[in-house]
């Protein structure tokens, strides 16, 4: 995506000096900071502080983390360790274990002397699958917006999301995101409303920033106002990324997504959640019982950070400390509030049957990007190294 | 109620100097202002800017702006003129309108000579009239609290609220927060959790000053969270108050209460509307179609004020300008979503029939604070003064 007219991805590795760079999320939109990961306590830390989040972009980040690890110690303690560092960052995205798996899996069989080289190329392809998995959602959503554009009498068709699901989540694209920036590339009038996402605002901060360098319109509103807006006929469709996704479609997102898909549901706004089957786990059916829900510092809940009346960047604290704040990070949307899964493979059922199908499809395919032997990503029977 | 040891409503005309005097509630929690109204413009700022907030509220602060407007110029034309500043003040609290028609009423008919005095005696009439309604209010939730503590297996009952429905937003006790106070002071276990209420933080920055003021439990959320827990099995009841009912139970309150009330319905949580009867508008059965939705500034969602690192108050800016932002101000929940209407004559079900039956009994009752002629609250064929 193009930042001020130049080509970013969420996260790369510099061409002249071989560093691992990031986009430092938690400064956006008052600072456009571009940081360099060192080694894997910075990556580790990078996730744990949202510096990087994101379901896509948080395994992208740990898969480039074992590479900084393996390549000042590759041994199989080190590979062990560098692994329990990571996956203990974040809890609910899938994808931060999937992706410190492949890159086990990789290294796990070959000498320790080319587990380095390996473990980097393997974070450069899932970095760059990714990209190309997130721009097959893109181009898979804008059929249903072209439907949506269609069946509407006139103006822009409206669409409501909820946190970041932009290429800012991903690597490039992003997933809820992506059919937006196809369409808009297509020339659909398109307009968004684009959820604050309290408590740490990615809708204001990232998904506002996001379409404002792409020149799409959109509004900002505080998370209570989406199921007005759907009462009223303001809301054409529902697009909302997923950090985990049961066998069955139970869907699990960035806090107060339930709240939206309910009222998607009463109001008969179609729900979509766009997701690279890499954020689905075959492993498990029911997503309340089954999805451990991370819950993070009431400080998130009681301090804000935006700028001053002299343009400086300023925390300010809501309420006193006296008050005491909960702050789960993720909720649960039961599959049947879900009107389908946009994947890389199209559109999908969220119901077992649906996704099995998806999944044998997915197994039998080679990989979008490279017809090899490759498969774009691993059963979950290889995960158990 | 109390606060630092001090009784104190959140209106009231200071006994040495005969001014009337409000808590500033822009300020809270960060510091505690007490502001003079001198004169019909202050008392209409004060509600615009929302120093006074809350249906009951503006309704009481209102009739205290006639007051003042009438001691300097009783005359019809300025009758005719201070309604209109006052009714443009805010459009969707039925109260406010409601206060004004009532003082209009008792000074339309007697020599301008006496009206000043007789307004001033209606509003403060009207004061003391919605504390014994919401104290009434507070009597008849306990009963609900008490029933639910005895469904509970133990723990405390949790309860989540929705804005600022305590003594803050009424004239005393509050709405939906006084079986809260109620039940606390009969000694049942209780904890709250306390919804944001973003734009403009009424739950963070007043519910919970309230509960802490009073030593009840409480837990800051934001309002994305509520769904979540009531998922979990983590809330027994939802109480919110009203800023406008129709004839037929649809509830207008803060923008977000729609969300909870779907979340509570898909759970089997009781959501309870806590109201006096003068927010009920007889005239209107459909409140999607019927009742104005206030959209107030973009600021208020662009912007926050809180505590800087000096401990300062410091108001900073979330997102660029360059992204809109919209601020509806309530959302209307179907009756069918409303377990039940909490009023000063009982529990009343959110339903045509269950309503005509209620103003039946208010109609034919003494008003519960004096047992004179008086109507507790106008028919609405009174108001077309």
């Not at 697009?239 to 960035?254: E, H, I, P, Q």
């Not at 899964?341 to 649906?354: I, K, P, V």
Request: aromatic content about 4%; some cysteine.
């Amino acid at each position: 995506m193009r930042i001020a007219g130049q080509d970013y991805r969420s996260i790369w590795i510099d061409d002249a000096t071989g560093d691992l760079r990031i986009i430092d999320q938690t400064e956006l939109p008052h600072r456009f900071e571009i940081r360099t990961l060192a080694d894997v306590s910075s990556a580790a830390e990078a996730i744990r502080t949202m510096r990087v989040r994101g379901a896509p972009l948080i395994g992208a980040t740990a898969a480039h983390g074992m590479a900084l690890a393996l390549a000042r110690d590759a041994s199989d303690e080190s590979l062990s360790c560098v692994r329990e560092e990571l996956i203990a960052t974040r809890p609910t995205a899938i994808n931060l274990r999937w992706a410190i798996d492949r890159v086990t899996e990789v290294v796990s069989g070959i000498p320790v002397g080319e587990r380095a080289e390996a473990a980097r190329n393997e974070a450069i392809e899932i970095c760059d699958e990714d990209v190309a998995c997130c721009e097959a959602i893109g181009n898979h959503g804008l059929a249903i917006l072209e439907g949506l554009a269609e069946s509407k009498a006139g103006g822009p068709i409206q669409i409501l999301t909820h946190c970041n699901a932009g290429w800012l989540a991903t690597v490039d694209w992003g997933t809820a995101l992506a059919p937006i920036y196809k369409a808009h590339a297509a020339g659909l009038g398109l307009h968004i409303w684009v959820d604050e996402t309290r408590p740490r605002n990615q809708g204001s901060r990232l998904t506002a920033f996001e379409l404002r360098e792409q020149g799409i319109p959109h509004t900002v509103i505080v998370d209570n106002a989406g199921g007005h807006l759907m009462q009223r006929g303001l809301v054409d469709a529902v697009f909302v990324g997923s950090d985990r996704t049961t066998a069955s479609g139970d869907v699990c997102n960035k806090i107060g997504t339930y709240l939206k898909a309910l009222s998607a549901d009463a109001n008969d706004v179609p729900f979509y959640v766009a997701l690279p089957l890499s954020s689905i786990d075959w492993s498990i059916e029911n997503g309340l019982e089954d999805i451990p829900i991370e819950e993070r510092s009431p400080s998130e809940v009681r301090e804000l950070t935006g700028l001053d009346d002299a343009g400086q960047v300023a925390r300010v604290s809501l309420f006193p400390e006296a008050s005491g704040a909960a702050n789960p990070a993720f909720d649960v949307t039961p599959a049947r509030y879900v009107t389908g899964l946009l994947t890389e493979y199209g559109l999908c059922g969220a119901d077992r049957e649906s996704l099995t199908k998806l999944r044998f499809k997915q197994t039998h395919q080679h990989s979008i990007r490279n017809p090899s032997q490759r498969r774009l990503h691993p059963r979950p029977e290889d995960s158990n190294v």
